[in-house]
């Protein structure tokens, strides 16, 4: 394959979610941008996943010329941080919640079980491309306890009910880190939201390079992803992600 030809299923793969979290998908938009190093590249890109804005980061800066080792490096060194600012949160025998699939959150954990914390996890499904199922198989390979939940039972999760323990604290990932607060996958801010009525603390988990100063359109998704043969006349909607004001994060932990 041609570079024309890799840069192209790069793009497809981003933008149809086969490459997914932010992170992987930075790296991934980079070494597209090697390729074909363009204007028109990085517009391209760009357009793949319009709600990255550490995609965008990434490409200013190689467009700006920072050498593509040094920005690669940076993701191994900025996750190695987290990692040891994570550690301290985790208690033995904590019941830790998380939501859709964070590449920050599950390097964090695993780092954290490999240093001998004993605790469990407890995600959703995340329909309807079922990201949890991702996250789920990664932490099980790595030896962690995993309980996973439908995404409407939120509520039982959180809280202890029909058997289940209350979970201890909320990690989540972000797309986006605002000045107001985060964009995340949908169903982060009712999460938050219930985290804060149940006074467990809620803590973002994700690489300072994921800051922006500009608005991030929030993304709105295929509705065959939802129902693929849905009756005429039922309306869909399937937005991708959601703000979530800072005043229901307990903390953003990043790098920095």
């Avoid at 363009?38 to 965008?56: F, I, N, V």
């Avoid at 988990?205 to 006349?233: C, H, M, Y």
């Amino acid at each position: 394959m041609n570079k024309r030809g890799k840069f192209n299923k790069i793009v497809k793969d981003i933008k149809e979610i086969k490459i997914q979290g932010a992170r992987n998908i930075a790296k991934s938009a980079l070494k597209a941008y090697s390729l074909i190093p363009t204007k028109a590249s990085k517009k391209k890109l760009l357009s793949s996943r319009p709600t990255e804005p550490m995609m965008e980061n990434v490409l200013d800066m190689a467009e700006k010329g920072k050498p593509l080792t040094e920005i690669n490096n940076h993701f191994t060194e900025a996750q190695d941080k987290i990692n040891k600012k994570v550690l301290k949160l985790i208690k033995s025998g904590d019941v830790i919640f998380t939501h859709c699939h964070s590449t920050n959150v599950i390097g964090a954990l695993i780092y954290a079980k490999k240093k001998g914390k004993k605790f469990e996890v407890y995600n959703t499904e995340t329909r309807p491309l079922y990201q949890g199922r991702k996250t789920a198989k990664e932490l099980r390979k790595a030896g962690i306890k995993v309980t996973m939940f439908v995404d409407s039972a939120l509520g039982v999760a959180l809280s202890k009910e029909q058997g289940t323990k209350k979970a201890d604290k909320v990690f989540l990932g972000a797309d986006a880190l605002l000045k107001k607060g985060i964009i995340n996958k949908i169903g982060s801010e009712v999460i938050a939201k219930i985290a804060r009525s149940e006074k467990i603390p809620v803590y973002v988990i994700a690489d300072s390079w994921k800051f922006t100063k500009s608005k991030v359109p929030r993304e709105q998704r295929k509705l065959n992803e939802v129902w693929a043969k849905a009756p005429r006349g039922i309306k869909m909607k399937n937005p991708a992600f959601e703000f979530v004001k800072k005043k229901y994060v307990t903390r953003v932990i990043t790098e920095k």
